[in-house]
């Protein structure tokens, strides 16, 4: 896993397609002002989500530099999905695959 929404998948990066959750090492400004580490909270929600279970990713496009921009589920759940659902990441349309 490299962060929120980009994950190694069979030997391929693949960037999660309309989510865009913060990098790694991003803070982001909580309502009441004070800091908090978001990328490193996604990036560990979407790890302990897949656990140690397989994900499979169906490829929809590539984007710049031939990134494999994908839909990707591990054990029935769409995880591009589920970090918007969780707050993990907002939707981004400008990866979206439609």
């Known amino acids: 896993m490299v962060d929120a929404d980009t994950i190694d998948v069979a030997g391929e990066r693949v960037r999660l397609g309309n989510v865009d959750a913060p990098e790694r090492e991003q803070s982001c400004r909580r309502a009441d002002g004070r800091r908090d580490r978001c990328g490193r909270t996604a990036t ?5 989500r897949i656990g140690g279970g397989s994900v499979t990713c169906r490829i929809g496009s590539r ?16 995880l591009n999905g589920w970090l918007v659902e969780r707050g993990h990441a907002p939707a981004f349309r400008r990866y979206s695959m439609q």
């Open 44 to 48: 560990r929600a979407l790890r302990n």
């Open 63 to 78: 984007g710049g530099g031939s990134r494999a921009l994908g839909t990707c589920c591990a054990g029935g759940v769409n």
